[in-house]
């Protein structure tokens, strides 16, 4: 069980180029996040999904798309660089459950991915 | 709206010593908190949270938090720091929409010097 993990873990890209970040998770959790995390602002929400197939805005989500085709994974889109997105991150799985003793209300988050654009 | 506030940005402490790490809410209705730690180029750990119950919550690594509603707090705390300890902290509420998302604080870091 390898919980969250994020590929790749360190990428610099040049100012107007396009990569996109993967996420998978293989605790069968329904909800899936992308935040990031930049200094002296913790972790800000870019995008969401509630589910396979669908993806939802978050409080950041400006330069960015998401992909949730299949419920494992969730793809983070960058299609146009910007040094504003130099950042580090993370992606966050939980699962459907809610109720007070469950586990539903824990959020497990990958290693993180640092990005560096020029 | 909901939110989380750390007033301070680095707690330093002997070890030895209790700790105490910061952390205010506001929010409508029942709030649902949650500790993190980040170590050093790891993602977030999760610690511990208050959905209901009691206000002192237990979690891992010797940390509890209490939950105080009169106060609006959740602050985390230690009996006896380590030096292991030293990281950094973030408070988070779950928002009240379907999305389930949390919503962090800026982070408190912890030095524990020996």
């Known amino acids: 069980n390898a919980g969250v993990t994020q590929t790749p873990k360190f990428r610099v890209l040049k100012t107007g180029q396009s990569m996109t970040l993967l996420c998978a998770q293989d605790?069968?959790?329904?909800?899936m996040y992308w935040y990031r995390q930049d200094p002296g602002m913790g972790l800000r929400l870019i995008h969401y999904?509630?589910?396979?197939?669908?993806?939802a805005k978050g409080e950041v989500p400006d330069g960015y798309n998401v992909s949730r085709l299949k419920k494992q994974n969730f793809l983070l889109g960058l299609e146009s660089a910007a040094p504003s997105q130099t950042s580090v991150y993370f992606c966050?799985?939980?699962?459907?459950?809610?109720?007070?003793?469950?586990?539903?209300?824990?959020?497990?988050f990958g290693p993180g991915t640092r990005l560096l654009v020029l | 709206a909901q939110s989380v506030a750390q007033p301070e940005d680095q707690v330093n402490v002997a070890e030895g010593n209790p700790l105490t790490v910061k952390c205010t809410y506001s929010?409508?209705?029942?709030?649902?908190l949650f500790w993190y730690v980040q170590y050093p180029n790891r993602g977030l750990q999760f610690l511990l949270k208050?959905?209901?119950?009691?206000?002192l919550v237990k979690g891992s690594y010797g940390f509890e938090a209490e939950f105080n509603k009169s106060q609006t707090s959740f602050h985390l705390k230690k009996p006896s720091a380590l030096v292991s300890d030293s990281a950094l902290y973030f408070c988070?509420?779950?928002?009240?929409?379907?999305?389930?998302?949390?919503?962090f604080g800026s982070g408190t870091r912890l030095l524990v010097r020996p």
């Open positions: 966050a799985s939980r699962n459907r459950n809610s109720l007070p003793g469950g586990t539903g209300e824990t959020q497990y």
């Open positions: 605790m069968n959790h329904e909800y």
């Open positions: 999904s509630v589910g396979e197939g669908t993806t």
């Open positions: 929010v409508s209705g029942n709030p649902y």
């Open positions: 208050y959905i209901t119950g009691d206000n």
């Open positions: 988070a509420v779950r928002d009240v929409d379907s999305s389930y998302k949390l919503i």
